[in-house]
């Protein structure tokens, strides 16, 4: 009797784990700095570019960055990454906000966690109202404390599942 137990218990896990979702790591496409890809987590579908990335002023409402301090390191600062994104489907105009976000990793493998702040076109901002069939622009601001952003990764915020990455 505990063998049989153990046998449905063992073939349970192995399915489970067989089943895998439209987003998972994968799957996820793979391009170079402004390349569309399709991002498909089940219940978005959209088309998103990453068309440039690089240092800018802090925008208004970033906080604190460590450039300029001791524990700053030469070369940190705030880079941004435009983004556009053509929302295909989604359930409501605000799901991007809440299920989206972008990191900026470095070829070391460090990676910055985006920032929020007042810009106008940031980037979470513009995706509070982005229903099905519209397109955003807008941008990405992250706190670059070592080495520059060699890679930008779309994630999900609640999961952390790898949805798209763009090489630069």
């Not at 983004?83 to 972008?102: G, L, N, R």
Request: glycine share 10%; proline share 8%.
């Amino acid at each position: 009797m505990m063998y049989r137990w153990l046998a449905l218990l063992v073939a349970s896990v192995i399915a489970s784990m067989a089943t895998v979702s439209p987003a998972s790591a994968g799957d996820a496409p793979i391009g170079r700095l402004g390349d569309t890809l399709r991002v498909d987590t089940g219940k978005i579908i959209a088309d998103v570019t990453v068309s440039r990335v690089e240092p800018v002023d802090p925008p208004p409402g970033f906080g604190y960055q460590r450039g300029g301090t001791i524990k700053g390191f030469p070369g940190s600062g705030v880079v941004r990454a435009d983004v556009t994104i053509h929302a295909i489907t989604v359930p409501s105009p605000f799901q991007m906000a809440t299920d989206f976000t972008f990191d900026g990793v470095t070829p070391f493998a460090d990676a910055y966690t985006s920032r929020p702040s007042d810009a106008p076109d940031a980037l979470d901002s513009v995706l509070t109202n982005a229903p099905a069939g519209s397109t955003v622009h807008g941008g990405v601001y992250w706190d670059v404390q070592r080495d520059p952003v060699s890679y930008v990764m779309l994630l999900d915020r609640k999961t952390g599942v790898h949805l798209a990455q763009w090489n630069l």
